[in-house]
């Protein structure tokens, strides 16, 4: 199965909402394997591999964020996939 991987970051009120938690919950459920962080600019950053039909899904959640967030604008990239991940974790 073909691995896709994404860099995105997120802007808008994503800190201190729970952002990174639900996150790695979406990331979890589709079977992606990645990390997220917050960033020093009040934004939530990270990357996400995986089939790109879950990835399409994942990128539909990062929209919408939990409900105490509200998402301005999301960035994604394509970016090279890495071998040897076997989770999704937020720091």
């Given at each position: ?10 802007h808008?009120?994503v ?50 964020g ?26």
């Open positions: 199965m073909s691995q896709t991987r994404i860099a995105f970051k997120v808008g009120t800190q201190g909402v729970n952002f990174r938690s639900f996150t790695e919950k979406q990331a979890s459920k589709y079977g992606l394997t990645g990390f997220v962080k917050n960033t020093s600019d009040d934004k939530v950053a990270g990357e996400a591999q995986g089939p790109t039909e879950a990835l399409q899904k994942f990128k539909k959640d990062l929209n919408e939990p409900s105490a967030a509200h998402v301005v604008k999301v960035e994604t990239d394509d970016i090279e996939a890495k071998s040897g991940e076997s989770s999704f974790s937020a720091s």
